[in-house]
């Protein structure tokens, strides 16, 4: 499991912290757009951070929305700010950082806050949150796992954030989207997300992906034959052409023997006239008397 902390952002982490501190300490006012996924906006005033915005965490307003308090006070929307802010740098930390590039129009947002937050501690606190999934049974990271209810419960005897969690579940949505649709910070639907796969209330089972159905449509003048490529239809332009067949006729007449060829004759005759069958050896050896 020593892993999953580099899994979980840790290289995205070292490269956002020196970024964004150092950018804090030479210039101080701007902003920073982070590319990779899912990316973001960090925006500083004399030298802290002021906002964070990132598609990958929901904002001050629909934190504000679930809280059902749109005429919150001052101090009300201090806590949600910053809220949406830590959250929204856990979730490009968790993510995947490719680099930072300053903002040509940084404007900062309406949402702001009056005064700022470190860079250093901002991004420190968003390291503890990636340690603190790191030693959970069950690691998860916000945009990766999709789990399903692994048995059936009551979800009356849970928690409003674990029945939400049981309900929204479905084997498509993440952490970061369940975060949305319920209109909650990211980090605490990805802890406790973990808490019900550790617990064996969730499962993360593999989807197999839906067959595609290809229509083939036949052209007006029907199936056509092949033709071969020119390349091919040079080479076979330039193989010689076949021999012809050979033509009928009688088949050719075995050798004829010649008689007397083999001496046997003269011997035979020898023999009819009275040779013994020695006078056939001397014969054969060439030594006849």
Do not use: N
Request: charge should be positive; glycine fraction near 12%.
């Amino acid at each position: 499991m020593a892993g999953i902390r580099d899994s979980l952002g840790r290289a995205g982490y070292d490269l956002l912290s020196r970024a964004v501190t150092q950018y804090a300490r030479e210039k101080g006012d701007g902003g920073l757009r982070v590319s990779g996924q899912p990316g973001g906006v960090v925006h500083l005033r004399d030298g802290l951070v002021v906002a964070v915005a990132s598609p990958g965490a929901p904002g001050p307003g629909t934190l504000l929305m679930r809280s059902g308090r749109s005429g919150a006070g001052a101090a009300e929307l201090r806590v949600v700010r910053m809220m949406a802010m830590q959250d929204a740098v856990f979730a490009m930390v968790a993510g995947c950082v490719d680099g930072c590039v300053e903002l040509e129009d940084p404007a900062e947002p309406p949402d702001a806050l009056v005064v700022g937050e470190g860079a250093t501690r901002l991004l420190q606190q968003a390291a503890r949150k990636l340690a603190a999934l790191d030693v959970m049974p069950h690691p998860v990271r916000p945009d990766r796992e999709r789990p399903v209810p692994a048995i059936e419960v009551d979800v009356t005897q849970f928690g409003e954030l674990q029945r939400e969690l049981l309900i929204q579940s479905d084997g498509r949505r993440t952490a970061r989207d369940i975060a949305f649709r319920t209109g909650r910070a990211v980090y605490p639907v990805t802890v406790e997300m973990a808490r019900l796969l550790g617990a064996g209330f969730l499962e993360c089972v593999e989807w197999a992906a839906p067959a595609v159905r290809i229509q083939l449509r036949m052209p007006p003048e029907g199936l056509r034959r092949r033709t071969p490529p020119t390349a091919e239809r040079a080479v076979v332009a330039a193989s010689p052409p076949p021999l012809p067949p050979l033509p009928p006729g009688p088949a050719p007449a075995l050798p004829r023997r010649t008689p007397g060829a083999s001496g046997i004759t003269e011997t035979l005759a020898s023999e009819k006239h009275g040779a013994s069958w020695k006078g056939f050896f001397r014969l054969r050896s060439g030594t006849a008397k």
